[in-house]
């Protein structure tokens, strides 16, 4: 499974997020959605996807992660495109003076699918306009007025294709009352009418359907299907969240993992053999009674560093936890990617600048996970 961020989102979306936007809605059904009214996202989304990125107004983080002290050191990764395409282009293309689109779009979804490729995901908007129209209008602002698409059907349903000026992509539409779906793709828009129409979608996967709340305003929400972290599971039928909250010094992650009660024995097995690791600038200690001494211990020590800072910070309730300056991580990549989530990683470049800080504590009889990361400079 290869769940990628937003890092590398921002190569295959480019022509995604310009066509739609930014800011979504909430959980809905389908049924009602062909009648016009609310629809259930999920209900969209292909079950056998690898992810799926999740918010209701990606223009908050967009118009907030320029003031952060590390936006400087992420924009050093601009090749990715995710500075020009997300925190440029799209709020260009979203301003109140382009079609109100930020009074027309209310969520936004992306599913991952198949292999590494940045172009296998599919977009998934919420909107209160109409659909094709919007994605014309759209289209055609960009690649001039002579863009038309043609229409394909499968299974009952139109799909529109529309060639994106002289590239060499296309793009494919799938409308709705109340929705839009779009893919590099039109065999994922098939595979999204597929899930629709034979019930197997992500709204019906019995794990992750059991775990869907109603968030707070201004969340963007990753769900992988991983483990917190590798070593913990190794299972198709896990999934872990990681909902995204940033301030000026500190970004970090929260959530839980989901799993069914079949694998919670082998989770709770996997943290107990955990081996702890105190190594220059990297600590890894499992087990709640050594987690409550570790702390305790680093909180009655004055010690002034941004590493005994961090491990200060963390719960002594915790079953599991880890502190690392990333530095560190990446110079020993192959023995700690292990503890550490894929997404992170694939990218971990990008998280260089940083101290991480990470715990898993049981709640409820499963496993809620939180990384903290602080930048150093």
Same mark, same amino acid.
């Given at each position: 499974?290869?769940?990628?961020?937003?890092?590398?989102?921002?190569?295959?979306?480019?022509?995604?997020?310009?066509?739609?936007?930014?800011?979504?809605?909430?959980?809905?059904?389908?049924?009602?959605?062909?009648?016009?009214? %609310? =629809?259930?996202?999920?209900?969209?989304?292909?079950?056998? !996807?690898?992810?799926?990125?999740?918010?209701?107004?990606?223009?908050?983080?967009?118009?907030?992660?320029?003031?952060?002290?590390?936006?400087?050191?992420?924009?050093?990764?601009?090749?990715?495109?995710?500075?020009?395409?997300?925190?440029?282009?799209? @709020?260009?293309?979203?301003?109140?003076?382009?079609?109100?689109?930020?009074?027309?779009?209310?969520?936004?979804?992306?599913?991952?699918?198949?292999?590494?490729?940045?172009?296998?995901?599919?977009?998934?908007?919420?909107?209160?306009?109409?659909?094709?129209?919007?994605?014309?209008?759209?289209?055609?602002?960009?690649?001039?007025?002579?863009?038309?698409?043609?229409?394909?059907?499968?299974?009952?349903?139109?799909?529109?294709?529309?060639?994106?000026?002289?590239?060499?992509?296309?793009?494919?539409?799938?409308?709705?009352?109340?929705?839009?779906?779009?893919?590099?793709?039109?065999?994922?828009?098939?595979?999204?009418? %597929?899930?629709?129409?034979?019930?197997?979608?992500?709204?019906?996967?019995?794990?992750?359907?059991?775990?869907?709340?109603?968030?707070?305003?201004?969340?963007? @929400?990753?769900?992988?299907? @991983?483990?917190?972290?590798?070593?913990?599971?190794?299972?198709?039928?896990?999934?872990?969240?990681?909902?995204?909250?940033?301030?000026?010094?500190?970004?970090?992650?929260?959530?839980?993992?989901?799993?069914?009660?079949? !694998?919670?024995?082998?989770?709770?097995?996997?943290?107990?053999?955990?081996?702890?690791?105190?190594?220059?600038?990297?600590?890894?200690?499992?087990?709640?009674?050594?987690? %409550?001494?570790?702390? @305790?211990?680093?909180?009655?020590?004055?010690?002034?560093?941004?590493?005994?800072? !961090?491990?200060?910070?963390?719960?002594?309730?915790?079953?599991?936890?880890?502190?690392?300056?990333?530095?560190?991580?990446?110079?020993?990549?192959?023995?700690?990617?292990?503890?550490?989530?894929?997404? =992170? !990683?694939?990218?971990?470049?990008?998280?260089?600048?940083?101290?991480?800080?990470?715990?898993?504590?049981?709640?409820?009889?499963?496993?809620?996970?939180?990384?903290?990361?602080?930048?150093?400079?």
């Amino acid at each position: 499974m290869r769940f990628r961020t937003v890092v590398k989102i921002g190569v295959g979306l480019s022509v995604l997020l310009f066509c739609v936007g930014v800011a979504f809605y909430s959980f809905l059904s389908l049924t009602d959605a062909e009648k016009g009214k %609310d =629809i259930n996202m999920f209900a969209l989304i292909p079950d056998d !996807c690898n992810g799926v990125l999740d918010t209701d107004n990606i223009g908050y983080y967009t118009s907030e992660f320029p003031r952060t002290s590390y936006a400087i050191d992420l924009d050093t990764l601009h090749h990715s495109e995710l500075i020009n395409n997300i925190l440029t282009d799209i @709020t260009k293309y979203t301003s109140v003076n382009t079609h109100g689109l930020s009074n027309q779009i209310k969520r936004l979804m992306i599913s991952f699918h198949d292999s590494t490729p940045t172009k296998d995901v599919v977009a998934y908007f919420n909107i209160a306009g109409g659909g094709n129209k919007f994605v014309l209008d759209i289209l055609r602002q960009k690649y001039g007025s002579d863009v038309y698409p043609k229409t394909e059907e499968y299974r009952g349903r139109k799909i529109e294709i529309y060639p994106l000026g002289k590239t060499a992509n296309f793009l494919s539409v799938l409308s709705g009352d109340g929705y839009i779906v779009v893919s590099y793709h039109k065999n994922l828009i098939e595979r999204v009418i %597929d899930a629709v129409k034979d019930g197997s979608s992500l709204a019906k996967d019995t794990v992750f359907s059991k775990h869907q709340i109603k968030k707070s305003a201004n969340y963007l @929400t990753f769900y992988g299907r @991983t483990g917190s972290f590798p070593l913990l599971a190794d299972n198709k039928n896990v999934w872990s969240e990681f909902e995204l909250h940033l301030n000026s010094d500190v970004l970090y992650l929260s959530g839980s993992m989901y799993e069914p009660d079949s !694998c919670m024995h082998d989770t709770n097995l996997r943290l107990d053999n955990i081996r702890n690791v105190l190594s220059d600038s990297i600590l890894i200690v499992s087990g709640r009674e050594k987690v %409550d001494s570790c702390i @305790t211990n680093a909180i009655s020590q004055s010690r002034s560093s941004i590493f005994y800072h !961090c491990l200060s910070n963390l719960s002594r309730e915790a079953s599991y936890i880890m502190v690392a300056d990333m530095d560190k991580v990446v110079q020993n990549i192959d023995q700690y990617s292990p503890y550490v989530p894929e997404f =992170i !990683c694939d990218n971990i470049e990008l998280f260089r600048p940083f101290i991480i800080s990470s715990q898993i504590t049981e709640v409820d009889g499963g496993f809620s996970h939180i990384y903290v990361f602080t930048y150093k400079d």
